[in-house]
């Protein structure tokens, strides 16, 4: 995931050593300058030298971390250590004649070790966010762990064998070994910058996005400190109320040793847990909520049992937890940034919360029983600095990892002179531009002059024109134009226009239909629509309809199924019945028209005719709308047949499908259940349904714990066929495919991931970390990895980091890939069995499984897929998808000169250029040479207007040619492949206005 994650064992040796001389020296020499301040100048002093500590310290902090940005880290430590090292030396030489003089020495200790402790966090972290903080914590914690209870023990030895003072000399010594094995750094060094107006510049700049939420860990961090700050203040207190002298520094020494030990035992059983089940900020709630205990037991009973409880809470849990949770800031910075605010919240926040106590304790010198209530107070408003701060940061990865949202394209309605213009146009247009023209129309929502509507249906009578013409004043409510157009001698146009008459004025529209069925020998097509229209109220007219079912004309059947769909919703029970034996209909548009309005007319048949029609490619789509209008009682139905198909990718998504939309509660434990179906489309399309009824706010009996074992299965699967597809396979058509289908697979396994942990946990985050995890950007993956740590429990986190991190050389030199391959033969997945197959086939390895005929892609079949895929418009589709694809294009070769569509013609086919190049001019303009790889013609199958450019081939020209209804119907009934080709289209049209930013006019485009 980050270039500088992993710490190899002899650094992070020299890391912990690093700590542990840091944490050692400052224990012994604070102690024993805080004894002998305490000694010389007595406890009053303690508040005024917390304020000057904190101003001191801030200043020095701030000053070392603007340095950093600019010294190479190793250097700035080395030098801070020596200054340090000096410092010691001179406090041990220099006698306490005065108060003041051990006042100053307790200062500079303070001030000192505050500088070594950042110049520590700079070296260990200027390259790892606090992930991985976490993973190198136990380990070069452990030194900081050590050097407690070593300063501990020498304290509690030394103080009384060779005198406090004489300790100063063992902390020198301490202090000063780092700078002889100091670890390599992790990350280059700043570049180095003379101008500080640049440098304050570049910092703004780093850290704006910061300022949405970095105030509140500002408050956080003040509290924090406020609050040890005065437990520090009341453990200094009364210790002086049993101890003088050394014997007060050994008491520090055995505290010291206390909180060491309880650190240990701590972070090696508690802290994994806590991290586990409560999360990172969960798990800094800890600590506050430790504290107020242990307050309320020392206001209770103030002894000195009491007071070491206290301070061992105080200073032993305290180092574990900051180590897990101490980092959180610093995640979605720069280095420069992780300077800078490292620098910032320990010179400022930390030390302007020792400034506010220290002042406070000044001016109010309290007794420690009388300090304890304000104590309780800020360790209740730290926990809920946490919680606000935990939701700033969410929301700030969030936002940093989501799209700016688009601006919406402003409307304008057309003017008087601009709607004369569209008529003068409309007056000389052919039929296909004047459909155009209609359309433009209708969105100012004015009609056209109907002597130029009845001009455009005598000049077109039986094609598109008078449909057009049909549909545009249908749309604008017309239905006087529509009772001339029922008279047309044409019987589609009649019964087109009978058809919209109903539709928008039903009042007029029934005599119309009586009129028709008292006629002898009216075209069938015509009495069909009447019949249907009227079979829900009269007799006569649901006789007619029934006898017109079993008409051998396609095109009687499917003018009833049309005129049955307009009867309203409680119609009597034969409507539904002859709905549902057209639905049977073999002729595919029949089918699909009854489909449109079974669901409203649902019979103890219904649910069976669509279910069964599932499993027909041509009407799927339409029985799933079906399904989808029927309600809540079919969902047993639904679950039954889901459960009887999940190794049925083409079933199970449609079931999957209609049961989220349908968006019934009792959908949800079967689609629970579909996210253990062994295809990996299965378990997205119940995915995808299950995220459709959170969002419809149904109530989900959705349990975390087994939602969170699919998540670790499905991440392991994600994990499998991630490094099976990065491990290599033999070179072949086969393989290439297959190597492709499993990159497709692992991608549509992450998805199912992130839309399991939606449903558990902020959708808008998740969307944004599957998105951000699934990019090409190693920064936003990262970031969406700190996202996670600060939401999911530590068992997912480390799972997901481990299994999107990239995969090692000895794993793959541990994968037998020929034995990978024959699991996959095997598998349940019997599109990939199948290619796999061929795949060991084409390498000449022998396939394990028993084969039955077919159940080997064939040739020509991958050489189809892996055709398609090298068509930008198909580049994303899945190969089963693909492979639908492959049985419904034609081939076809074109010389130069051939036109393939003209300007103004319907969309009725689309063109993939194998080879060649085609020529899109509009009104003899050249607009865009298309070459092999390249689609045209796609916009007007699916908006179905005419067309808005002639393509002509160039060059001799390999196409194939796929139809517009066979398109329209796949992306109907495969979602997959419709999200896919419309991912293309919309790369496309980014690509289009890239040009236009480069300055390029519209006119270029190409559609």
């Known amino acids: 995931m980050r270039q500088t994650v992993v710490l190899e064992w002899p650094t992070q040796l020299k890391h912990g050593l690093h700590l542990l001389c840091v944490i050692t020296a400052s224990v012994i020499s604070r102690a024993v300058a805080n004894q002998q301040m305490l000694e010389a100048a007595g406890p009053g002093v303690l508040g005024k030298m917390y304020a000057t500590v904190a101003v001191m310290a801030g200043i020095t902090v701030v000053a070392v971390g603007f340095l950093g940005q600019s010294i190479e880290t190793r250097r700035l430590t080395r030098a801070v250590h020596l200054l340090v090292t000096l410092a010691t030396v001179a406090v041990f030489f220099v006698p306490n004649f005065r108060p003041e003089v051990a006042v100053v020495g307790y200062v500079l200790m303070e001030v000192a070790f505050a500088a070594t402790l950042l110049t520590f966090g700079l070296t260990l972290g200027a390259s790892l966010g606090p992930r991985e903080a976490r993973k190198v914590a136990a380990k070069v914690g452990a030194g900081g762990v050590v050097g407690g209870l070593l300063a501990g023990a020498i304290l509690s030895v030394g103080a009384l064998l ?52 970095g105030g509140w860990v500002a408050v956080s961090t003040v509290l924090m400190v406020a609050a040890t700050t005065l437990i520090d203040y009341v453990y200094r207190f009364a210790a002086t109320q049993h101890f003088d002298a050394d014997k007060m520094t050994a008491f520090f020494g055995f505290v010291a040793i206390l909180s060491g030990v309880v650190t240990v035992i701590f ?18 709630i800890l600590m506050p909520s430790l504290l107020i205990l242990c307050l309320a037991g020392f206001g209770l009973a103030p002894a000195v049992a009491t007071l070491v409880i206290l301070k061992t809470m105080d200073s032993g849990a305290n180092m574990s937890l900051q180590q897990a949770t101490g980092s959180l800031l610093l995640a979605p910075l720069s280095a420069r940034a992780r300077s800078v605010w490292q620098s910032r919240i320990d010179g400022i926040a930390k030390r302007g919360g020792q400034v506010l106590t220290g002042l406070f304790l000044s001016f109010f010198p309290l007794a420690p029983t009388q300090v304890l209530p304000l104590s309780l107070v800020l360790c209740a408003l730290w926990i809920v600095a946490v919680l606000v701060t935990r939701t700033r940061y969410v929301t700030l990865l969030t936002d940093m990892l989501g799209a700016a949202p688009v601006a919406q394209p402003e409307v304008s309605a057309l003017d008087g002179a601009t709607l004369r213009l569209l008529e003068t146009e409309l007056a000389n247009a052919t039929p296909e531009r004047a459909a155009v023209v209609l359309d433009i129309l209708e969105r100012a929502d004015h009609r056209a002059p109907e002597h130029l509507l009845i001009r455009l249906v005598e000049a077109d009578p039986k094609g598109f024109g008078a449909y057009r013409v049909i549909d545009h004043v249908a749309n604008l409510g017309d239905s006087g134009m529509l009772l001339s157009l029922v008279e047309s001698p044409h019987p589609d146009i009649s019964a087109t226009a009978l058809l919209a008459l109903w539709d928008i004025d039903q009042r007029h529209a029934a005599p119309r239909c009586r009129k028709v069925l008292t006629v002898e020998r009216a075209p069938e097509v015509l009495a069909a629509t009447a019949a249907g229209l009227m079979a829900a109220h009269e007799v006569t007219s649901m006789q007619l309809a029934r ?10 059947r499917l003018a009833l199924a049309h005129a049955l769909g307009r009867a309203e919703a409680g119609s009597p029970q034969e409507i539904g019945d002859m709905v549902a034996d057209l639905a049977r209909d073999p002729d595919a548009e029949i089918a699909r028209a009854a489909f449109e309005s079974l669901g409203l007319h649902p019979t103890t048949a ?20 079906a399904l989808a209008e029927m309600g809540p009682p079919v969902v047993p139905r639904l679950v039954e047949e889901l459960e009887q198909n999940l190794d049925d990718p083409s079933i199970a998504n449609a079931l999957t499908w209609t049961l989220g939309k349908l968006g019934s509660g009792t959908a949800a434990m079967p689609l629970l259940d579909a996210l253990r179906a062994p295809i990996v489309y299965v378990r997205l399309g119940a995915a995808v349904a299950l995220s459709a009824l959170a969002r419809r706010q149904v109530s989900l009996a959705v349990s975390a714990e087994r939602l969170e074992e699919h998540c670790i299965h499905e991440i392991a699967y994600f994990s499998h066929m991630r490094r099976v597809a990065r491990a290599g396979l033999p070179g072949s058509a086969a393989s290439t495919l297959l190597l492709r289908s499993l990159k497709q697979r692992a991608q549509a396994s992450l998805e199912v991931l992130f839309r399991m942990l939606s449903l558990l946990y902020p959708e808008d985050s998740m969307q944004a970390a599957f998105q951000a995890i699934s990019s090409s950007d190693a920064r936003k993956r990262q970031i969406a990895i700190e996202l996670l740590d600060a939401i999911l429990n ?51 390895r022998p396939i394990r499984a028993r084969l039955e005929e077919g159940e080997v892609m064939t040739q020509s079949l991958v050489d189809q897929i892996l055709e398609l895929q090298s068509l930008s418009l198909f580049a994303q589709s899945t190969a089963e998808d693909l492979g639908e694809v492959a049985t419904l294009v034609k081939a076809k070769r074109a010389n130069p000169g051939t036109v393939l569509f003209r300007e103004g013609e319907p969309g009725d086919a689309m063109y993939l250029i194998r080879s060649g190049e085609v020529t899109l001019s509009r009104a003899g303009k050249i607009i865009d040479h298309v070459g092999a790889g390249e689609a045209c013609g796609i916009v007007s199958v699916l908006d179905q207007l005419p067309r808005e450019l002639t393509a002509t081939v160039s060059m001799e020209a390999g196409l194939l040619v796929l139809r517009g209804d066979d398109l329209t119907q796949l992306l109907a009934d495969r979602p997959l492949l419709m999200h896919s080709v419309f991912r293309a289209l919309t790369s496309s049209l980014r690509s289009q206005i890239d040009r236009v930013s480069l300055g390029k006019k519209s006119e270029e485009w190409s559609w």
Do not use: W
Request: with cysteine.
């Open 606 to 625: 219904s649910s069976e005719v669509a279910i069964t029609a599932l499993r027909r490619r041509d009407v799927r789509g339409a029985a799933m709308r």
């Open 162 to 213: 060779i005198g406090s003072r004489a300790l100063y000399l063992v902390a020198a010594a301490f202090v000063l070994a780092p700078v002889f094995f100091l670890p390599t750094p992790t990350s280059k060094p700043t570049a180095k910058i003379t101008s500080p107006k640049t440098l304050l510049a570049r910092e703004r700049a780093d850290v704006r996005s910061l300022n949405f939420y």
């Open 267 to 284: 972070q090696l059983t508690l802290l994994d847990r806590c991290l586990d089940r409560l999360g990172l900020f969960g798990t800094a």
């Open 547 to 556: 006898r017109l079912v079993l008409s051998s004309s396609t095109a009687t």
């Open 794 to 844: 530590r068992r997912l986190v480390e799972a997901i980091a481990d299994a999107v991190s990239a995969v090692r050389e000895k794993e793959r030199a541990h994968l037998d890939m020929v034995e990978a391959l024959q699991q996959l033969a095997e598998g349940p997945d019997r599109f990939l069995a199948s290619l796999t197959r061929a795949s060991l086939k084409e390498i000449g």
